[in-house]
């Protein structure tokens, strides 16, 4: 016997239950993983080894180049990091802070980053630097802390 109220709620809880899945919360790892824009830093945070530490506890505050940025970096940079994972790694943790930080929460001055250099952060009104790159989308949330895409790609002072 067709009951049309069945199929109604039948079809309601489906849609529900697809709507929950696809706005779950995710880590810093999958949310840079499911943005378009980061596809070459999330295969390089692949390559390197990071993504389950970036899944991990955290808080993680990741400044993340877009694929624009790293468009800007010459390919003999780009060729010696790949040939040097010490140095990859290096440069990768360099876009990353302890603790989650919000850009209403960053304060003009350093702060250590995951390789243990600093990193010099800067506001002013609505805009935040970090050293010479500006965030270009901010405070994208996750589970374990957050993401803002920045339009440069962090070169730490020891890979200079």
């Known amino acids: 016997m067709f009951n049309p109220r069945i ?11 697809g709507c929950a899945t696809s706005q779950a919360p995710v880590s810093v790892a999958d949310t ?18 990071l993504t389950d530490t970036l899944k991990g ?12 940025a790293f468009s800007k970096v ?11 994972p010490a140095k990859l790694k290096a440069l990768l943790t360099y876009h990353v802070v302890a603790g989650k930080v ?25 805009f935040v630097i970090v050293e010479q790159a500006l965030v270009q989308t901010a405070d994208i ?3 374990n802390g957050v993401v803002h895409t ?4 962090l070169i730490p002072p020891a890979t200079r």
Do not use: H, R, Y
């Not at 840079?32 to 080894?49: E, F, R, Y």
């Not at 960053?106 to 009104?125: C, I, P, Q, R």
């Open 102 to 126: 919000m850009a209403a929460d960053v304060k003009n001055g350093n702060s250590k980053t995951v390789n243990g250099a600093n990193v010099a952060l800067s506001k002013a009104g609505d």
């Open 74 to 84: 010459p390919a003999k940079t780009m060729d010696d990091l790949a040939k040097d």
């Open 32 to 49: 840079i993983a499911a943005q378009p824009q980061l596809s070459t830093l999330n295969g390089l945070v692949t390559k390197t080894g």
């Open 57 to 68: 506890t955290g808080p993680f505050t990741v400044f993340a180049p877009t694929n624009e």
């Open 141 to 143: 949330s996750a589970t």
């Open 7 to 17: 199929l109604f709620v039948a079809a309601t809880v489906a849609t529900l239950a």
């Open 150 to 153: 920045v339009d440069g790609v």
